[in-house]
């Protein structure tokens, strides 16, 4: 149901050491691809990945502009709990929606972010790169009594009132579950993240993903407003 593929700049030589590794820790890894030097992310939909997970943001940002979900890994030093559910914690705007309501935000203030969310309430917002995502772990999902699932995801946002109606009624239209939704107006996310014992967060911002990382596996999503080079003059 769900694979693990490595993919690799690796040379296959170089590569022999990592199957050794990977065979001496007993990791479920039997696919791989090693690269010798160049970007491993145009095999990713070969291999039919939802994710694609890495240190070097250079091989996530040509992933994400391939429209693939993708994500630059920050360790965190925290002790995670040792569970058989896997949690998985998404940021919303440039994650799992698109951009097009942040950079409102970004331009105009929260004063007219608000508002805009508050007309276009009736109105799903336009998928984000994590969407296709979600979508997959949904279907893993239903196929589970809900007290047997081995996954629980949740929404982690910055929005509050009155910008979740839209966020909800974008799920719905999605018929898409997401098992918890945390609205947070602003207030730092890492303790949250911590009390969901989240496995792993995902979201576009510099900021939230360092203060993520004090406690959870975090992945930045260079993706949307957030992350454009800002240009002066």
Same mark, same amino acid.
């Given at each position: 149901?769900?694979?693990?593929?490595?993919l690799? $700049?690796?040379?296959?030589?170089?590569g022999?050491?990592v199957?050794n590794?990977?065979?001496?820790y007993?990791?479920?890894?039997?696919?791989?691809?090693f690269?010798g030097?160049?970007?491993?992310? $145009?095999?990713?939909?070969n291999?039919?990945? *939802?994710?694609?997970?890495? $240190?070097?943001?250079? @091989?996530?940002?040509?992933a994400l502009?391939?429209? !693939?979900?993708a994500?630059t890994?920050?360790?965190?030093?925290?002790?995670?709990c040792?569970?058989?559910?896997?949690?998985? &914690?998404? @940021?919303? *705007?440039?994650?799992?929606?698109s951009?097009?309501?942040?950079?409102i935000?970004?331009s105009?203030?929260?004063e &007219?972010?608000?508002?805009? =969310?508050?007309?276009?309430? =009736?109105i799903?917002l @336009?998928?984000?790169?994590f969407?296709?995502?979600?979508?997959? !772990?949904h279907?893993?999902?239903?196929?589970? *009594?809900?007290? @047997?699932?081995p996954?629980?995801?949740?929404?982690v946002? &910055?929005?509050? &009132?009155?910008?979740h109606?839209?966020?909800?009624?974008?799920?719905r239209a999605?018929?898409? $579950?997401? /098992?918890?939704? !945390?609205?947070l107006?602003?207030?730092?996310?890492g303790?949250f !993240?911590?009390?969901f =014992?989240a /496995?792993?967060f995902?979201?576009?911002?510099? =900021?939230?993903?360092?203060s993520?990382s #004090?406690?959870v596996?975090?992945?930045?999503?260079?993706?949307?407003?957030?992350n #454009?080079?800002?240009?002066s003059?």
């Amino acid at each position: 149901m769900v694979e693990i593929i490595l993919l690799s $700049r690796n040379s296959a030589d170089t590569g022999l050491r990592v199957f050794n590794s990977i065979k001496h820790y007993n990791l479920d890894i039997k696919r791989a691809a090693f690269s010798g030097g160049s970007s491993p992310y $145009r095999y990713i939909s070969n291999f039919s990945c *939802d994710l694609f997970l890495s $240190r070097n943001s250079i @091989d996530v940002r040509e992933a994400l502009e391939n429209d !693939l979900a993708a994500a630059t890994l920050i360790s965190s030093n925290s002790k995670q709990c040792v569970d058989s559910q896997i949690r998985f &914690a998404f @940021d919303g *705007d440039s994650v799992l929606f698109s951009d097009s309501s942040e950079r409102i935000y970004k331009s105009k203030g929260l004063e &007219a972010f608000c508002e805009n =969310e508050s007309n276009a309430a =009736e109105i799903p917002l @336009d998928p984000g790169p994590f969407k296709p995502l979600l979508t997959t !772990l949904h279907q893993i999902q239903t196929k589970f *009594d809900p007290q @047997d699932c081995p996954i629980r995801t949740a929404l982690v946002t &910055a929005r509050s &009132a009155p910008a979740h109606e839209r966020v909800i009624k974008t799920l719905r239209a999605w018929n898409v $579950r997401i /098992d918890e939704s !945390l609205f947070l107006g602003g207030l730092d996310k890492g303790e949250f !993240l911590k009390s969901f =014992e989240a /496995d792993v967060f995902f979201d576009d911002q510099q =900021e939230h993903c360092a203060s993520a990382s #004090e406690f959870v596996t975090t992945g930045h999503v260079p993706h949307g407003v957030a992350n #454009e080079k800002r240009t002066s003059g």
